[in-house]
Every structure is written in structure tokens, then in C-alpha cells.
């Protein structure tokens, strides 16, 4: 057993420079090496991997330059504008998005990847923050995210968005292949917690940033 988990250690393929902090392990079911990202993470491969989330109101844009196989993953969300029950994708807010969007896009970019061969697939944007019912988070950051693609004239080859449940996503950079599973049966509130406590975290360095704006 030792010398398995050691043969599995030595097979994992390097990152690319500056992903070194994303939770990476080996995946026994699929037999790849794979990296998990957290709200406000993302994370771009060259290699054989998969990138996995799970999804409640918050959207992950998958995207990959169709020719040289590089690209990953995002997951992010927008803050909640205090006393703004509407979503506006013009809004401050939208600056999380765009800023979620041009990390993971340059990043791919930076690793050899051109704008004019990206491919794109978006999932999320579920309605799972019950409490707060008057704002649907999901749908603000759905807003968004359409918006943005068809401003910057991105291919969306599939997207699934909406709905109620939450959703775990795998995706193959290399061969654009995506896996989906919709969390039905959620027996925890521990995605709905996660969510909370990412967006407070978005409030307050809302609240801290004064003048200093994200691009």
C-alpha cells in the first residue's frame, strides 16, 4: 500500500508556475491527476488532468484553447449589492466577474493558448442560498456571465445553468470532455455555508479596497 501511494505521488505531472497553492491529488476512479478549486479559485493545466468543483449559486466557466488542449477552470461569484434585490451586470459588483474571467483567460493565454481558438462551458448559478431568498445570487452571477461571453465574442460550446440544485463539475482541459452530476440529495449545509462565508469575505473586501479597483 505504501509503496502505491508513493508510485501515485511520483506520477503526478508539475503545475504551472503560480497554481502551486491549489489542492491537487490523484484521482483513482478517472487514474489522472486532478486539482480541486474553491470559491474564487481557478486553476490551468497543459496536461492530462482534470480540474473538479461543486457548484451552488456561484458559476464556473470552463474554458480551453481548442487546438492546444491548455485551459482550466474558475468558480466564482459576484458580491451581493446591499439593499439591491435586482441583478446588475453593469453594476460594481460585475468587477469580480470580469476579474475571475481575465485571470483564468490570461493565464491560458501566458501558456500558449489564442483568444480566437478558446472554447467555453459554463455551469452553476443554482438558487441554493435560501435565506437569501430576496436576492437570487445564482441568477446575478448567470446574468453576468452571458453578458460577459457575448460582449468578448467567446464560443460557448454548452452551458448549464440555473435550476436549484447544487452541481459537481469535472472537466478534462485536454479534450474539453465534461462529467455533470446535480447534487439532489444534499444531506449537509456545508456548500450553503462555504457560499456564505465567500460571499462576506466579497463584502468586506468590497468594504476595504477604497480606491483600488480589480481589472
Not at 486532478?34 to 480540474?51: Q, W
Not at 460594481?92 to 466577474?97: D, F, P, V
Not at 469535472?170 to 444534499?186: A, E, N
Request: with cysteine; aromatic share 6%.
Amino acid at each position: 500500500m505504501v509503496g502505491l501511494l508513493k508510485k501515485q505521488r511520483e506520477t503526478h505531472s508539475r503545475c504551472l508556475p503560480g497554481f502551486e497553492h491549489i489542492n491537487r491529488y490523484w484521482d483513482n476512479v478517472h487514474e489522472v491527476d486532478a486539482a480541486k478549486i474553491l470559491p474564487g479559485e481557478f486553476y490551468v493545466t497543459r496536461e492530462h488532468e482534470l480540474v473538479s468543483t461543486v457548484l451552488g449559486s456561484c458559476v464556473s466557466a470552463c474554458v480551453r484553447d481548442v487546438n492546444l488542449g491548455v485551459g482550466g477552470m474558475n468558480h466564482f461569484m459576484l458580491p451581493i449589492e446591499r439593499g439591491a434585490e435586482n441583478s446588475d451586470t453593469n453594476s460594481e459588483s460585475a468587477r469580480y466577474g470580469n476579474h475571475a474571467m481575465e485571470m483564468l483567460i490570461n493565464a491560458i493565454l501566458k501558456a500558449g493558448g489564442l483568444k480566437k481558438n478558446l472554447e467555453v462551458k459554463l455551469f452553476g448559478g443554482g438558487r441554493v442560498l435560501a435565506s437569501m431568498s430576496k436576492i437570487d445570487v445564482g441568477q446575478q452571477n448567470i446574468d453576468f456571465i452571458q453578458n460577459y461571453v457575448e460582449l468578448e465574442k467567446l464560443m460557448v460550446a454548452t452551458e448549464d445553468l440555473g435550476d436549484i440544485y447544487p452541481r459537481k463539475v469535472l472537466y478534462f482541459p485536454q479534450t474539453g470532455r465534461v462529467l455533470m452530476k446535480k447534487l439532489r440529495k444534499v444531506h449537509n449545509e456545508t456548500l450553503e455555508k462555504r457560499e456564505k462565508v465567500y460571499q462576506e469575505k466579497l463584502r468586506q473586501e468590497k468594504a476595504d479596497s477604497g480606491d483600488i479597483e480589480l481589472f
